[in-house]
């Protein structure tokens, strides 16, 4: 410690052991979290998330003692890591599988969105592997050559074969009881929109079906898994595994069970939030998707590489597989049952989860069912209301609609998982134009650097999105200069950019003065009346925080090159 007169003080250790602090309480830290907000409403700490459910801004053990805690844990410690492999043949596939299998991986992973050409002996050592290790396919359908590899497989070792297969149409795998080929893949229904409520609601909507389908509810149940996709909104992804297993319980007590057995909960990491612009963050949104899968307990676990949508390599499959070595290795993650168990604000969103899917699985149920709900069109406003937000810039993708770089991009389309819908992809199709189908885009800057620099700053960082690079003017300190230099330049398009304070002078005397084609904006929102008035006199229009980015960009596209809109 330090006196007022500079002079150290030290307290005395017996002292320290026996200090105590007092305890805050709730109404202490909002009075501290008014003052700090300097005039707004406390309410405006409060979020409402796509699914309708509102985050507070702190939660505390009030919370969780007013909540009925229903918990279900996993049933047993870990989780398997289940990473797919780039092959473009049968023998490539053996050769990276087993080098995986070597390296970490836990099962065989296997997409059949573009099914291998496979020679006899290829299909003859698959056989072997998967008597060894579970087995993980997906997207297979009943043609595809990898599935012979069971008919190798001795009849005395089938009954040991076990894992999942996920496809459109159920698989008839007859003599392979460990085999599960029946259940809700929430995959679609994830990229075509679905929020947290809704894929718990789904899910629980398909095993109502497939019960119902069964000679027995045990028969369904020994045939049922359950596959998310986590996306970026870690703790509501946390919420969701957990969610689950307390929703399965609820189900199999609907239907009088009272032993329930747990199925089998996969996880994978989500494409909705991955972009081909500036491809290694999906990188960190892998990671962040994985912890949260994990950290909401599921069984299996794929994180897809970075750069699968434009064609994976043994490194990309690597790095995604090492994700998952370093939170089971490192982190001792799999040493705990229900880690985010006890959190005040994961517990309180658990329960909310858990309360709106099933009232919402109602809802579906009563209203003619899973499929019914799709023909409904729920999933194209929720989707609808994800792309909104996307280009408003009320929601984040680094690299895509903020922070976006100036560079080369490849485009190509080499996904080896199906997906639907992207949020990036509107980003995306603005980019993928020529550069010469671009503008020559300027920024007018008037004033000191320090007075326009947030806003070139920010029309900068608005233009890039769409692949545009702004070129900074000198710092203008008369309309004479700006009107010299713009003719020197001949830009396609021109943004003003000057302070708050000046911006309506520099505008107004600006436009007065110009008689060039090339199309002006303005940085910054501005009353009706004023706004009125420049375009009366000549304005193109504005640039501003919360505008929709694709529907600007367009135009300023359509504006200046006569290029085509894109979507």
């Known amino acids: 410690m330090v006196s007022k007169r500079g002079r150290s003080t030290i307290m005395p250790i017996h002292n320290m052991k026996t200090f105590t602090f007092t305890a805050p309480n709730f109404t202490e830290w909002k009075e501290a979290a008014v003052l700090s907000l300097k005039g707004k409403s406390f309410d405006s700490l409060y979020t409402k998330t796509i699914e309708g459910i509102e985050l507070k801004p702190l939660y505390t053990k009030e919370d969780l003692d007013q909540l009925e805690i229903s918990r279900v844990t996993k049933p047993a410690f870990g989780w398997t890591v289940a990473q797919p492999v780039s092959a473009t043949n049968g023998e490539q596939f053996v050769e990276q599988m087993k080098e995986s299998l070597a390296r970490g991986n836990e099962a065989i992973a296997y997409n059949g969105l573009k099914p291998l050409v496979w020679a006899e002996e290829d299909i003859k050592q698959v056989a072997e592997l998967i008597t060894r290790y579970p087995i993980l396919f997906t997207e297979v359908q009943s043609d595809d050559p990898i599935l012979q590899a069971f008919t190798y497989i001795e009849e005395t070792k089938r009954k040991d074969v076990t894992g999942i297969c996920i496809s459109a149409v159920p698989l008839a795998l007859e003599g392979f009881p460990g085999v599960r080929t029946k259940g809700a893949d929430l995959w679609t229904a994830h990229h075509e929109g679905a929020d947290a409520v809704t894929e718990l609601a789904l899910s629980l909507s398909i095993a109502a079906e497939l019960a119902e389908e069964a000679t027995s509810f045990e028969e369904f149940t020994n045939d049922f ?8 909104h870690f703790f509501m992804e946390i919420a969701k595994f957990r969610a689950f297993r307390v929703l399965w319980k609820l189900f199999n007590e609907a239907y009088g069970v009272e032993n329930v057995k747990q199925v089998p909960l996969l996880g994978i990491t989500s494409l909705r939030s991955y972009s081909k612009l500036d491809p290694y963050v999906n990188l960190l949104r892998g990671g962040n998707a994985a912890f949260s899968a ?14 699968v949508l434009t064609g994976t390599s043994p490194s990309s499959n690597r790095y995604a597989r090492n994700i998952q070595l370093i939170l089971k290795e490192e982190t001792h993650i799999d040493q705990v049952l229900d880690p985010a168990g006890g959190s005040y604000f994961i517990e309180s969103l658990t329960a909310e989860l858990i309360r709106k899917s099933w009232a919402k699985f109602l809802e579906i149920d009563e209203n003619g069912g899973y499929q019914a709900f799709l023909q409904s069109g729920e999933l194209s406003k929720l989707y609808a209301q994800r792309q909104k937000e996307m280009a408003t810039g009320k929601k984040t993708l680094i690299g895509t609609n903020v922070y976006a770089e100036l560079t080369e991009v490849n485009y190509a389309n080499e996904s080896t998982v199906t997906v639907s819908k992207r949020l990036s992809e509107p980003f995306e199709n603005i980019r993928c134009k020529q550069q010469d189908e671009l503008p020559k885009t300027v920024l007018l800057n008037f004033g000191a650097l320090k007075d326009y620099k947030p ?8 233009l890039a999105v769409g692949g545009i690079e702004a070129i900074w003017s000198p710092s203008f300190e008369s309309n004479d200069q700006a009107l010299s230099w713009i003719e020197e330049q001949q830009p396609d398009y021109a943004v003003i950019c000057a302070s708050v304070a000046d911006t309506e002078e520099v505008v107004t005397n600006f436009l007065a003065a110009y008689k060039g084609k ?3 904006d303005t940085a910054g929102k501005y009353p009706s009346e004023t ?3 420049w375009l009366t006199n000549g304005l193109n229009g504005f640039i501003f925080a919360g505008q929709d980015k694709i529907e600007k960009l367009n135009t300023i596209i359509m504006q200046t090159k006569g290029g085509r809109s894109v979507e």
């Open 225 to 232: 898994y359950a596959r998310f996709a986590a996306d970026t």
């Open 294 to 307: 994990i950290l909401g307990g599921a069984d299996w676990l794929t994180v897809l590489p970075h750069d």
């Open 455 to 462: 806003r070139a700053d920010f029309v900068s960082g608005f």
């Open 518 to 520: 090339c199309p002006i």
């Open 531 to 533: 706004a009125d008035q």
